[in-house]
Structure formats: C-alpha cells, structure tokens
C-alpha cells in the first residue's frame, strides 16, 4: 500500500496504526503515526571522528541508512515495524498497558494464534479506564 494512502486510511478513520500484511495474509509488523512521522523527520548525520587516516562514527552509520531508507519510502512495508509485538485476546489489560508502557509501542496486533483477531491502541486502554475498567 502506498504511504499516502495509508495516512488517509489513520486521518479518516482516526485510528494510531494497524497491521501489516504480507502476500499470504500473515500478519509481519505493525505500522502507526510514529511511522509515518519518522519519515519526515529532518536527516541526522552521524557525529565522524578523524584519527589520523581512519574516521569513527561516533554513532551507527547502520541507523542512518535505516533512517534514509524510511524516509524514502513510498510503500507501507519499508516503514512498518517488523518486529511484531502481539497480545492474545485473554491478555489482562495491566498486562497489555505494561507492555505497551515498557516496549515503547502504542498499537498491539491481538492474535489467537496465527490469525489477527483484532488490534488494540492506546486510545483502547484509555477509553476503558474512563469507562470505570
């Protein structure tokens, strides 16, 4: 899918992000808003250090082509995450904020087994917590 019409997808239906799938229906990332604000982010060049005839980056040069990459891209699966962190759907919701909280991501695929089930978000967890749990 293209990244344009996937921001049109979150605006519209006002959701932080969904899943990705590959050509055989499996679910292989998640892609959000972060995603899609990376890429226009502004490029940052790694700090180079000059010792004598050899240079040392200071930081990852693999981060940076990382970095340029995403913002290159002009299909969701370049700028998705591939790393797939998952709840079932018996997850208890402490569970699901803590890992929300501690792996830095905002949107879960919730999956019985192989198959996506559902999605849940931040906005899930604080709607249910306004809603008296």
Do not use: W
């Not at 499996?26 to 226009?40: A, R, Y």
């Not at 340029?68 to 962190?85: F, H, P, Q, Y």
């Not at 997850?91 to 019985?112: F, I, R, S």
């Amino acid at each position: 899918m293209p990244v344009k019409e996937l921001a049109k997808l979150l605006f519209e239906h006002h959701i932080g992000g969904m899943p990705v799938y590959d050509d055989d229906k499996k679910v292989i990332g998640v892609v959000t808003e972060s995603d899609l604000i990376d890429q226009n982010k502004k490029v940052h060049i790694p700090t180079v250090v000059a010792i004598l005839d050899s240079f040392i980056f200071l930081e990852s040069p693999e981060k940076l082509e990382k970095d340029i990459k995403k913002m290159a891209a002009t299909i969701v699966g370049d700028i998705c995450s591939r790393e797939l962190v998952s709840v079932q759907p018996d997850t208890p919701l402490d569970e699901v904020a803590t890992l929300m909280a501690e792996q830095q991501v905002h949107t879960l695929p919730v999956m019985d087994d192989d198959k996506l089930v559902g999605v849940i978000g931040k906005s899930d967890i604080i709607r249910t917590i306004a809603q008296g749990g």
